[in-house]
Each structure stands twice: as C-alpha cells, then as structure tokens.
C-alpha cells in the first residue's frame, strides 16, 4: 500500500467530564428540571458513560439497551459535548428515517432549549431518499421508457419540482 497523506489525528484533544454530563441525567439535572414527570434511568447513565468514555479513550463502543431505556440522550449528550469541547463534527447514523426526525424534530431542540447548547445539526438521508438529477434528466430524454398516464404525470410534476429546488 502506498500512503500518499499520513492520516490527521488532531492534537491536544480535551475529554469530557462524565460526571458533568451524567448530572444532566439525574435528578436536579438540566432535563429533569426541563421535562415534567421526568425518571432517572440508571441504564441510560450508563450509557452515557460508556458513549463518553469511547470518546475519551478514542475506541469504539458497541452498546445494546431496551425500549424506553433513554437511549437517543445518552448518545447525543456526549457526542454534542464532544463535538463543541474539541470544535469536531460528529455524525450519528440511524437505522430509520423515522429515528432521525424524532433526533432532529424533537431531541435536539430539547437539547438547545433546556441545556443552552450553541450547536448545528443537519439531517441527511439516504441516498434512496434523494432525486439523482443524471436518472432524471434520462428520464426526461427517454420518455418511451415509461407508460402514459400517472406515471407520465408524475414524471412531470418531478420535472417541475426540480426547476425549484436545491
């Protein structure tokens, strides 16, 4: 193997205070204050620990929890603190459309409002999920490919739509 660029590994990396972040999970914490009827979740603790330690340490952790053990906090709470602690952008991969749009609809501005968090977030889907404009200016030089009718008028209402889009 040739290495044409070593690979960057950024200096001075500053860990994260656990404790300081596990006390937004317990009670007096930012989200217990912030969210009625709100539970401690030893599990979701733990998990967080374990987020922020892999983090720390630089490894990978592999975690494994139930339904309703808190599990989108205990992810985000780290990789946010991460992220802004060490000006590096983390990326949280899901396996469902719909996780992300709780994530970005509802955990994070949770998270800006109740924590006072400066940070961005972006939602990418993926590429299933995205007009390939190359297929549909194919589509567009082939019409013959399709059958007359709904189909034809969804293909038409596709070509409008991409005239207005990013």
């Not at 330690?53 to 906090?73: L, P, R, Y």
């Not at 194919?138 to 399709?146: G, Q």
Request: aromatic share 8%; net charge positive.
């Amino acid at each position: 193997m040739r290495v044409v660029v070593k690979a960057f590994r950024p200096a001075g990396r500053k860990p994260l205070d656990l404790r300081k972040l596990e006390g937004w999970l317990r009670p007096g914490g930012r989200l217990a204050d912030g969210i009625p009827a709100y539970e401690e979740r030893p599990q979701q603790i733990a998990m967080l620990g374990a987020v922020g330690e892999a983090f720390n340490t630089d490894s990978i952790a592999v975690i494994e929890a139930g339904t309703g053990t808190g599990k989108s906090m205990a992810y985000l709470l780290p990789s946010i603190a991460w992220a802004l602690r060490n000006e590096e952008k983390v990326v949280i991969a899901t396996g469902t459309i719909n996780l992300q749009e709780q994530l970005i609809e509802k955990d994070l501005p949770l998270l800006h409002r109740l924590g006072g968090l400066k940070f961005e977030a972006a939602l990418l889907k993926g590429r299933g999920n995205y007009l390939c404009r190359r297929k549909a200016d194919y589509a567009r030089a082939h019409p013959d490919l399709f059958d007359a009718g709904e189909k034809a008028a969804q293909l038409d209402q596709i070509f409008g739509w991409i005239k207005t889009t990013t």
